[in-house]
T-cell receptor, first 113, second 117 residues
Framework: SQELEQSPQSLIVQEGKNLTINCTSS?????LYWYKQKYGEGLIFLMM?????EEKSHEKITAKLDEKKQQSSLHITASQPSHAGIYLC?????????????FGPGTSLSVIP | GAVVSQHPSRVICKSGTSVKIECRSL??????MFWYRQFPKQSLMLMAT?????????EQGVEKDKFLINHASLTLSTLTVTSAHPEDSSFYIC?????????????FGAGTRLSVL
């Protein structure tokens, strides 16, 4: 099984609806990143969470980190077509100095106007 | 966010030829650069990590003689796919991380789609 799992795998929502994407790690999290990717393009950095209970927001996107549960959630409020894309979470699972980040399989989001 | 430029965005080559992909950090010094491969509808697969001035660290199963990585400066890393074959066709993405930016955040290039005929 993967070290980092995301749910749901894909999501189709009506414009204006709220949605949540979850990311769960099988290992202790020392940092959690959220990225967005348009198909065939690079990843756009959204947010980084490092401390348990930390919550960050950018425009209509909010991410939270539950360190104890080794989980993070990404919540989009009043979704818009511009939110469509693939959302990937990435995690630092090493406590040592800077190490590689592992990525989840991604959640594909479609927003219907 | 930081700007990472990757070039070319798309390349088509004949089997047996070599292809070089460049990754540049435009507004910060990248002490570490990463090269990923992404298959359709799948997540990123880390190929190797390169630190400026030292040899790249390859992930298990990645042939270092096949995928040559050079990180000669704090702003440039290159990936050369040597003697490319159709099975090397894929989407390759680089990322960069370094001082002057929030620790550990990787900023990604736009990717290179390689098609080997």
């Amino acid at each position: 099984s993967q070290e980092l799992e995301q749910s749901p795998q894909s999501l189709i929502v009506q414009e204006g609806k709220n949605l949540t994407i979850n990311c769960t790690s099988s290992k202790t999290l020392y940092g959690l990143y959220w990225y967005k990717q348009k198909y065939g393009e690079g990843l756009i950095f959204l947010m980084m969470l490092q401390k348990g209970g930390e919550e960050k927001s950018h425009e209509k996107i909010t991410a939270k980190l539950d360190e104890k549960k080794q989980q993070s959630s990404l919540h989009i409020t009043a979704s818009q077509p511009s939110h469509a894309g693939i959302y990937l979470c990435g995690a630092d699972i090493s406590r040592t100095s800077y190490d590689k980040v592992i990525f989840g399989p991604g959640t594909s989001l479609s927003v219907i106007p | 966010g930081a700007v990472v430029s990757q070039h070319p965005s798309r390349v088509i080559c004949k089997s047996g030829t070599s292809v070089k992909i460049e990754c540049r950090s435009l507004d910060f010094q990248a002490t570490t650069m990463f090269w990923y491969r992404q298959f359709p509808k799948q997540s990123l697969m880390l190929m190797a990590t390169s630190n400026e001035g030292s040899k790249a660290t390859y992930e298990q199963g990645v042939e270092k003689d096949k995928f040559l990585i050079n990180h000669a400066s704090l702003t440039l890393s290159t990936l050369t796919v040597t003697s490319a074959h159709p099975e090397d066709s894929s989407f390759y993405i680089c990322s960069a991380a370094g001082w002057g930016r929030a620790k550990n955040i990787q900023y990604f290039g736009a990717g290179t789609r390689l098609s080997v005929l």
